[in-house]
């Protein structure tokens, strides 16, 4: 029951992540006007907006003009609701629960926004922030200084790197990485290890595919390698962090 109310959950919320994702690098308000085809301005009736089914039976088209509708829009929606899901069936405190939900809501957009735009908004990532330390001091406030820690700790790693080589990390990144301390604790160590793991190997494939030269001129986002860590620390980050402090610090 917990489950199907989180996939629930997470597609309806997707399809608004879809607006979030499509106008907030245009820097158009999120509410007004409603959603609305993009090629002949009709409004979505809601009956049109119904999360993956509607797509499905309009076969992907607007009902108005016909102009394709990308399949990123409910795919969007079903990765969210997957997530969502994903974070009720893996259990936990009632805090973890609440910030990984959270935290997956944020990861989709950011990701998606940064691999289209090549930017992480500040308006997201300080969102983040405050909703982090909000429900941790809320409903776990015991653990919210090795979280405090963590995002301190994880930003400053990254704002090293940025600082060293500024073609390579953005501030967004610095930002995100900070976010993600604070909503996984000690778990951000490894989820920042399988991004830059993540981010080397894509980098490997680049390079192989386009050559040397070609290769070193692409730009490659790291707000979604960031965001694929995150999502792996939510369902496998305490487990990663006990396999290490168990085999190597014992």
Excluded at 101 to 112: E, G, N, Q, R, W
Aim: aromatic share 8%.
């Amino acid at each position: 029951m917990e489950a199907t109310a989180a996939g629930l959950f997470g597609a309806i919320i997707g399809s608004f992540l879809n607006v979030v994702v499509y106008r907030l690098p245009r820097r158009e308000s999120l509410v007004r006007p409603a959603s609305r085809c993009p090629r002949c301005e009709a409004p979505i009736k809601p009956y049109d907006n119904v999360p993956i089914l509607s797509w499905l039976v309009l076969h992907g088209l607007c009902r108005n003009c016909k102009t394709v509708i990308p399949r990123r829009y409910p795919l969007v929606e079903a990765l969210t609701a997957l997530l969502c899901v994903g974070v009720v069936l893996a259990g936990g405190s009632t805090a973890s629960i609440v910030l990984n939900v959270v935290f997956v809501l944020l990861l989709v957009p950011i990701a998606l926004i940064d691999f289209e735009h090549r930017i992480i908004p500040n308006r997201l990532t300080a969102l983040g922030a405050l909703l982090a330390i909000a429900i941790g001091l809320a409903l776990d406030p015991s653990g919210e200084p090795e979280r405090l820690i963590a995002g301190a700790a994880a930003g400053g790693a990254l704002l090293i790197a940025a600082l060293a080589y500024p073609a390579g990390m953005g501030m967004g990144d610095v930002k995100l990485a900070g976010v993600m301390g604070f909503f996984l604790g000690a778990a951000v160590a490894p989820a920042m290890l399988i991004a830059l793991l993540a981010g080397v190997i894509f980098g490997a494939f680049v390079l192989a595919r386009k050559g040397a030269k070609e290769g070193r001129k692409t730009a490659v986002p790291f707000g979604p390698f960031l965001a694929f860590g995150s999502v792996v620390a939510i369902f496998a980050g305490d487990a990663l962090v006990n396999f290490y402090t168990t085999n190597f610090l014992s």
